[in-house]
């Protein structure tokens, strides 16, 4: 069984900071491309930033500059550090995980829960 435990969210001034964490764990052999969703109310989970697996990052026109995508492969995990947060940053934020569980096979999915990030004027 495989999870994304996510965490990191919370409640923000304009300007502020945040660091998101999402952990994959369970039988992996191999995660591939990583990535985050932002869901803002009334609105379509939208790309946000997305790593593959030799750390080559892109980023959504909205968030270049503010936000940086890394990941710890050791630790299967991937991070969203978040830098000058405005209001409209306000959303759900889901991890997504390209993961092999097997040597053959193509890659499945996996979604963490969601973490909010509420940005305040």
């Known amino acids: 069984q495989v999870q994304l435990v996510e965490s990191g969210g919370g409640l923000v001034q304009a300007g502020g900071s945040l660091r998101l964490s999402c952990a994959a764990s369970?039988?992996?052999?191999?995660?591939?491309?990583m990535g985050w969703y932002g869901q803002a109310p009334g609105k379509q989970r939208e790309l946000v930033a997305t790593?593959?697996?030799?750390?080559?990052?892109s980023y959504a026109d909205s968030v270049k500059g503010r936000f940086t995508i890394s990941r710890d492969n050791a630790k299967n995990t991937v991070y969203l550090q978040m830098n000058n947060l405005k209001p409209e940053d306000t959303a759900v934020y889901y991890c997504?995980?390209?993961?092999?569980?097997?040597?053959?096979?193509?890659?499945?999915?996996?979604w963490g829960q969601g973490t909010q990030v509420t940005v305040s004027s």
């Open positions: 997504i995980a390209d993961i092999r569980v097997r040597i053959l096979g193509g890659s499945k999915d996996y």
């Open positions: 369970g039988r992996i052999f191999r995660i591939d491309d």
């Open positions: 790593i593959t697996s030799g750390g080559t990052t």
